[in-house]
């Protein structure tokens, strides 16, 4: 079989593997959307899968549009895991191994082993070498760095605080305390960066999100109480507010770069934040411009540009860099 009908092939089992996971099926505008196909490219690739897997359900909704389902994928079970898809848990993996996401690792260890546990040995153990070739191609074998170390116990108690929601005790060290003292609060999610945090409001003390380092939180139990939590809050937007994972109300404020037509191109690859906006100049230098806080966060990432950048706004940030002499530090290639 040449490369081209063996594309085809794999792109079908795909096809069969969306139909069996929605619960509603596949129709023809999300078979264009998932694969980048043309509508008559996915015509016809949902006519080879009802000759492929003559078990498919076919329903046409109100609007006219047909779609299909795969209800038996028994067929689909007997695929394994591929080496690319393990490749890619085992990335995940690691990530959170890297952020000290301990509840995550243990969460997607579990699933890669299960995974493996439904393959022959011989095919399992095949992926698994090819699986690390990816990796050390993609240079995820060994990557050492800074990280902080969080209690796995103080990360199983807010994960499962998280669930219910249920309000939760935690012992915790600020910055101004001699000693770590408990607090009774409400969870609302947790950020990893540099530093990971927990987004709680503090009971009985006036409803504000607070960022609680988890590398100073001791311990943490749950309470009898469930709590309903705040259907306004939202934490992609929340996240949004800051550079990193460090948050300040005080800081918050529009963002605004501009990068020497010599890294232009580089810059031009980069996401600095979800809400960016990026404007290419007369000169060949790029603008960028955001609304966020966290301006020690956004130094430390501006060193690494050397000079190439200069900060418009806030005026803060920009004595911030400049107290430096930014030409002893090579430039991002």
Partial sequence: MDNKRLGKALDIMRLAEEAAARPGGISLVQIVDTFGVTLRTAQRMSR?????????????????????????????????????????LEMGIRRAERDGATTEVTALTSLRNRLLGTMPPTFARRAEVDAEAVLEARGHACRPGPRAQYSALVLGAIDNALKGPFTMQIDYAGAQDAAPRSRAVEPYGVLFGMRGYLIAREIDNGGKYRHFRLDRISRAGLLQDSFVRDPGFDLGRHAAQAFGSFHSDDEYGPVEWRFAPAAADVARTFVFHPDQQVQDEADGSLTVRFTAGGWLEMAWHLYQWGDVVDVIAPPELRILVEAHRRSDFPSLP
């Fill in 48 to 88: 080879a899968l009802e000759e492929a897997f003559p078990m498919v359900q076919t329903h046409t909704d109100k609007e006219r549009r047909k779609w299909w389902q795969l209800r038996d994928s028994r067929l689909l079970h007997m695929q394994g895991i591929r080496d690319s898809e393990l490749s890619a």
